[in-house]
DNA sequence: TATTGTTATACTCTATAACTATA
DNA sequence: TATAGTTATAGAGTATAACAATA
C-alpha cells in the first residue's frame, strides 16, 4: 500500500532528481555545463573561450576552411562568426586569403603564431577533460564519447 | 614519410572534426543542442522550455520546494527563476504556500493543473529523448546516462 | 551577521532581416 | 536566382549589485 498522502506542508531536506536523472538530455547539458566551467578557467590564459577555441582548431586542422563550412560543421549562425573571425585575425592567429575557386568566400589560415598557440591549447583543453571526468575509467571515457558521437553524428 | 605540405591554396571538401571529437566537452554540447532542438519543437505544445520543464518537474517531485533549493539544484542564480516561477504561478501550474519554519522562504507546490500537464510532458520528454537517441540500443542508453552521471553528480 | 527572495541592470549568446558582391 | 560574407538589431540566456524581510 502507497503511504498517505501528507496533508501538512512539510519542508524538503534532500532534492528528489530521480525523474530529471533519467533524461540524456538533462545528464548531456550537466556534463556540458561541467566542462565549460572548467574550460574558461583554463583556457583564459589563451584568452579563447569554447566556440573561439572551436573554430580556432578547425581552421588549424582545415588550412582555407570558410566561413560557411565553419558555420555548418559546429552549427554556428553567419552573422555570429563574423566578429569572432575578425578578433582572431586582430590578435593575429588566423588570416584570410582569397578562396582559390570562389569569390566570394575567403579560404581561412592559421598563422604560425595562431598554429603555436592552437598546439599548446589543445593539449591543455584534453588535460582538463581528464581532469573533469576523473571518476570515469579510461575505457568508461571513450565508451562515453563513442556514445555521445552516435547520437548525433 | 608524410606527405609534402601543398603550397598552393586548396579549398577544403570535406570538414576534418576528428580533434574535436575526442573531446566530451564538444561531444555533450552537440548532444545536448541536438536534444534542445528537438524539444523546443515537441514542447511547445505545453508551452515548456528546457529550464521551465525542470523546475516544474522538480516541483511536482518535490512538494514544498523553495527557490534557493531549485538554484542549487539546477545551478540557477535566483534573479533568473523569479520571472519563471512566477510565470509559472499566473499560468496557474503551481502555488506558492508559507513555508513551514522559515519565513522568508515559500514552499513551492504544483497545482492539479501542473501536475496533470507535467504528467503529459513528462511522457512527452521521455518520448522524444527516445527519438533523438534512436541510434542507440536501449543498452547503450542506460550506459550513456549512467556514464554522463558519473562524470558530474 | 547571514540568508531568501526580489528589483534593476549589464553582459553574453543566439536569432532575424536586409544588404553587397560574386557564382 | 542563389550563395558567401557582412551589418544592424532583436531576443534569449546568464551574471552582478543592492535592497527588504526574516533567520
Redesign the interface.
Known amino acids: 500500500m502507497p503511504t498517505a498522502i501528507s496533508t501538512?506542508?512539510?519542508?524538503?531536506d534532500e532534492?528528489?532528481?530521480?525523474?530529471?536523472?533519467?533524461?540524456?538530455?538533462?545528464?548531456?547539458?550537466?556534463?556540458?555545463?561541467?566542462?565549460?566551467e572548467v574550460?574558461l578557467q583554463r583556457m583564459a590564459d589563451y584568452k579563447l573561450r569554447?566556440v573561439d577555441f572551436?573554430v580556432a582548431?578547425?581552421i588549424v586542422?582545415?588550412?582555407?576552411?570558410?566561413s560557411r563550412?565553419l558555420c555548418s560543421?559546429l552549427?554556428l549562425l553567419p552573422p555570429n562568426l563574423v566578429g569572432l573571425i575578425n578578433a582572431l585575425e586582430k590578435r593575429g592567429l588566423i588570416r584570410k586569403?582569397?578562396?582559390?575557386?570562389?569569390g566570394r568566400a575567403s579560404?581561412l589560415h592559421a598563422t604560425a603564431a595562431g598554429i603555436s598557440l592552437m598546439k599548446e591549447a589543445?593539449v591543455a583543453?584534453?588535460s582538463l577533460?581528464a581532469e573533469?571526468?576523473t571518476?570515469?575509467t579510461a575505457t568508461?571515457?571513450v565508451?562515453?564519447?563513442r556514445?555521445?558521437?552516435?547520437?548525433?553524428?
Do not use: C, M, W
Open positions: 501538512r506542508p512539510v519542508a524538503i532534492v528528489d532528481t530521480r525523474y530529471l536523472e533519467t533524461l540524456l538530455g538533462y545528464n548531456a547539458r550537466r556534463v556540458s555545463l561541467a566542462v565549460i574550460f569554447p572551436s582548431s578547425l586542422h582545415n588550412p582555407g576552411i570558410t563550412q560543421t552549427g586569403r582569397p578562396h582559390p575557386t570562389d579560404g589543445e583543453a584534453t577533460e573533469v571526468a571518476r570515469l568508461e571515457r565508451t562515453l564519447v556514445l555521445l558521437k552516435k547520437v548525433y553524428l
